[in-house]
């Protein structure tokens, strides 16, 4: 079997495995969608209050509380991912048979999660974007250019998640337990990535700031090409280069931690 369709197998893989968790996947249709309602009014009367906040109108606003509520599973914001059972690999000691596997120790975990970013897009966030675009006024193109761009974007920021991802997974090598890291990450996740408040709504150098870090790339740039907010051209870029840096810092960080397990296992 060649390289692309062994990672190509583990991506079905990661997608078969969450798509047997039908009672887990119902509930949380349920959960996206009436926490989809709740902030949705919660925006209405911010926007009532602030009209144009962020440089968004109120159908833009919802527009982006449902695509939120697409991609909080889908991306793993709050975690819980390919990294959770990394972690405890490496906890474990299990990683050890991981790094004997004739196949690269990141391409398979990433092969993986995007298997499981690919059920939980289909099986949990497409229902409660249709619901708010059945329910609530949105932004929606209309041309099929600006849905492919947007398809790009959605994939890119699956990677730069995994990638982030993987590096607080591989941080266990050296902290031996990943509660305090996995707490972390959730919190940053939510707030970094625009989940709460868009990233656009954030003043002055602090505004300046959250946009330009990577958790910019999950949700605030597909969020910004479905509603024509930013060039194409731009925002896959600035996606991409998170990307590459992020899966770069991945690889050399695993690099390290390889040495580390060999030392100790002699």
Avoid at 116 to 141: D, K, Y
Wanted: with cysteine.
């Amino acid at each position: 079997m060649g390289a692309g369709r062994l990672y190509l197998a583990v991506a079905v893989g990661g997608f078969r495995r969450y798509a047997t968790y039908r009672l887990a996947t119902a509930a949380g249709v349920f959960t996206n969608t009436v926490f989809g309602v709740i902030l949705v009014f919660t925006y209405l009367a911010l926007w009532e209050e602030r009209p144009g906040l962020g440089g968004y109108d109120q159908a833009q606003a919802v527009t982006y509380v449902w695509l939120g509520q697409c991609l909080f599973a889908t991306l793993a914001i709050q975690g819980g991912g390919a990294e959770k059972e990394l972690m405890e690999r490496i906890r474990t000691g299990e990683v050890a048979v991981d790094l004997y596997r004739p196949v690269d120790l990141q391409l398979w975990w990433l092969a993986g999660d995007l298997g499981r970013a690919a059920f939980q897009l289909l099986g949990r966030g497409v229902v409660p974007f249709l619901f708010g675009a059945v329910f609530f006024p949105m932004t929606l193109p209309t041309d099929v250019g600006r849905w492919a761009a947007f398809t790009v974007t959605l994939v890119l920021a699956a990677v730069v998640s995994f990638a982030i991802r993987y590096l607080v997974a591989l941080s266990v090598f050296w902290l031996l337990d990943g509660t305090g890291v996995n707490q972390a990450l959730m919190i940053a996740g939510v707030f970094f990535s625009g989940m709460l408040l868009p990233l656009n709504a954030f003043p002055g150098a602090f505004g300046e700031v959250v946009r330009v870090l990577p958790w910019a790339a999950q949700l605030q740039m597909p969020a910004d090409v479905l509603m024509g907010e930013t060039g194409v051209s731009g925002a896959l870029a600035f996606q991409a280069g998170w990307a590459v840096v992020l899966l770069a810092a991945g690889r050399a960080l695993q690099s390290a931690a390889t040495r580390r397990v060999v030392v100790q296992g002699g």
